[in-house]
């Protein structure tokens, strides 16, 4: 009888569990909608900047008028920082979601037990 009070404890432990872990992958989700939306906006402004002449500086080298070719890449380099910001977030929700799925297995594997001990 201890046995079954005991999993079903743990049950109840793992299903507070998930519902943290789905408020901090909300939370996650927004960081990642957000730093995407900055990337986006300092990457579309640049791009308008270079396109229109603005100087820019990259590591100590000043950027002005590149060739066509090459100005989406420059650009890219010039918002490496709002990039890094955004991977590190999609990276960050990523392990979110790998938590979540970690947390419904053992829930899955107490009820498992649960259910042989009745």
């Keep these: 009888m201890s046995d079954i009070i005991s999993i079903s404890q743990q049950i109840e432990a793992k299903i507070k569990e998930i519902d943290k872990v789905r408020s901090v992958l909300i939370e996650r989700s927004d960081d990642r909608d957000n ?8 990457y579309a402004m640049v791009l308008i900047g270079l396109k229109n ?22 650009a890219k380099g010039i918002c490496w920082l709002k990039k890094l910001e955004y991977d590190k977030a999609e990276s960050l929700l990523k392990i979110a979601f790998k938590n979540l799925e970690a947390v419904q297995s053992q829930l899955t594997a107490y009820q498992s037990i649960n259910k042989h001990l009745d």
């Design 35 to 42: 730093a995407e939306a900055n990337y986006t906006k300092e």
């Design 53 to 74: 002449s603005k100087e820019y500086e990259l590591d100590g080298e000043k950027i002005k008028d590149p060739p066509a070719a090459s100005v989406k890449e420059i």
